[in-house]
């Protein structure tokens, strides 16, 4: 789904798809000292056609129940995407993003335990212990973007087998040196693998296009790295910024941050993550404040309220009489709200089984 936005001087103008109906008033985050005011043009009206839910603040993708093409399996799929680190679509989605030639997310026979999803995951559920970034790829793509957890300092090399112009003839063995950042913290990264190759004298500089057949990490370290969300590609994702081009170092005016400083009791040299994903520093007062922007692994990133028990999620679809039974418990034993349809099309009823179990049964009306 894509929201369209025009610009007239300082006026934007944003016009969300019919699906969602109504759509409440947008919340506009500034730095200006301007007052800005925030005004509903046409309000929205439901298609009728799709609906959402709304698991506890989380809201699944737009359901199409009309076409006859639903199914439980894949409606068991949505609802487990709210449970999951929803990223944006340019980094891992093949099928919305032109640009990728070659993806990898460890969502596939994954193996899921109690731990927190945020340590286990940089999108969706999973990710894989090991170094091997790219295996037997064919498709062309200059850059290789990746998400890694790097628990011990190493020096790191990007070994590559690659072929050039087309030519499968013709394979070079290379490697890239690296500077990834070992703080036990989910980062993200894209290399223009053709740039650096060429310009380090590896391939010919007559090369204008290359295929990354193998992609490794230093073997050294295998046990030491988390990687995800991996993908080779012929652009950057959708407002990618490398780490030294935005200002992760710079909190909001007149205030300053000192670096290193300490936070939870370990030592960090540019701003980082809180608990609540928000990009903070520390400054000599040993005060807490929030950094001016953060890169694609941080705020952009959605997380979700809840955690479930492994295998938990029970979800039984009646096309014939149109009605929803979902189950599930909470990691956190906590109590899950109403699922909340959007647009309201939906009557839902809430009924306590036991202490730990609940059971959501919602009737569709289209």
């Known amino acids: 789904m894509s929201v369209a936005v025009t610009t007239i001087g300082s006026l934007f103008e944003i016009t969300f798809p019919v699906e969602m109906g109504d759509v409440p008033l947008i919340t506009c985050i500034s730095t200006s000292t301007n007052t800005l005011n925030v005004t509903e043009v046409v309000q929205g009206i439901s298609s009728d056609s799709q609906i959402a839910f709304d698991f506890d603040g989380s809201l699944t993708s737009y359901i199409d129940f009309d076409n006859g093409t639903m199914t439980q399996t894949k409606l068991t799929s949505i609802i487990n995407q709210v449970f999951s680190i929803q990223c944006p679509i340019s980094l891992y989605n093949a099928q919305a993003t032109p640009s990728i030639v070659y993806v990898e997310d460890f969502e596939t026979n ?23 970034l790219v295996s037997s790829n064919t498709q062309s793509g200059n850059y290789l973007c990746f998400a890694y957890k790097l628990l011990s300092k190493y020096t790191i090399t990007l070994a590559l087998t690659v072929q050039i112009n087309g030519d499968t003839t013709t394979t070079y063995y290379t490697s890239i040196s690296l500077t990834l950042t070992a703080d036990t913290f989910w980062h993200y990264t894209c290399v223009n693998v053709l740039n650096q190759l060429i310009a380090q004298q590896s391939i010919p500089s007559t090369s204008s296009s290359l295929a990354i057949e193998y992609a490794l990490l230093s073997p050294d370290f295998f046990n030491d790295i988390m990687i995800d969300t991996i993908t080779i590609r012929t652009s950057l994702p959708i407002g990618y910024e490398a780490q030294n081009l935005y200002p992760i170092d710079e ?13 939870n009791g370990q030592q960090y040299s540019a701003c980082t993550l809180d608990n609540n994903s928000m990009p903070i520093c520390v400054d000599s007062q040993n005060q807490t404040l929030e950094c001016q922007s953060s890169s694609i692994e941080g705020v952009r990133r959605l997380y979700p309220k809840h955690q479930l028990i492994y295998n938990t999620l029970n979800v039984s679809y009646s096309p014939s009489n149109q009605t929803i039974d979902v189950s599930f418990r909470y990691s956190d034993c906590a109590i899950p709200a109403l699922i909340v349809p959007s647009p309201v099309s939906v009557i839902c009823f809430l009924f306590l089984l036991t202490k730990k179990t609940f059971l959501h049964i919602c009737r569709v009306q289209q």
């Not at 909190?251 to 936070?263: A, K």
């Open 110 to 132: 994954c193996v899921y335990d109690e731990t927190s999803i945020t340590s286990d995951a940089f999108c969706g559920e999973c990710s894989q212990t090991g170094n091997v």
């Open 251 to 263: 909190p909001s005016p007149p205030y300053s941050c000192v670096f290193p400083f300490y936070y």
